[in-house]
Nanobody, 127 residues
Framework: QWRLVESGGGLVQPGGSLRLSCATS??????????VGWFRQAPGKEREGVAY????????IYADSVKGRFTISKDNARNTVYLQMNNMKPEDTGVYYC??????????????????WGQGTQVTVSS
């Protein structure tokens, strides 16, 4: 069974950094032909897309709220996608999910395009 597994969440002070990881689980599950997105859901709010990376050329898209602070990257050899989060703010608090979209090219920003989801990891930014 193919799954995604997130890790790296936790408690961080404002201005601090965290790096989230999203790894594949299951025989034959590689990210070579999958675009990957990171989404987050704050308490009482709808889930929103944060950052995306294409399968083909590594191009990326960021939400305006995280542009310049977050970086998404992909290590195909490790079948892992990372989300480096710097200069974090309290409004970054939420459950972070990674998701994979089977796409040979391009990036989908609509979460309904995504085929596989992780279980989520909690990120709390607080002093």
């Amino acid at each position: 069974q193919w799954r995604l597994v997130e890790s790296g969440g936790g408690l961080v002070q404002p201005g601090g950094s965290l790096r989230l990881s999203c790894a594949t689980s299951g025989s034959g599950f590689t990210l070579d032909y999958f675009a990957v997105g990171w989404f987050r859901q704050a308490p009482g709010k709808e889930r929103e897309g944060v950052a995306y990376i294409a399968s083909s050329d590594g191009s990326t898209i960021y939400a305006d709220s995280v542009k310049g602070r977050f970086t998404i990257s992909k290590d195909n050899a490790r079948n892992t996608v990372y989300l480096q989060m710097n200069n974090m703010k309290p409004e970054d608090t939420g459950v972070y999910y990674c998701a994979a979209d089977h796409a040979l090219a391009g990036i989908a920003t609509d979460e309904y395009e995504y085929d596989f989801w992780g279980q989520g990891t909690q990120v709390t930014v607080s002093s």
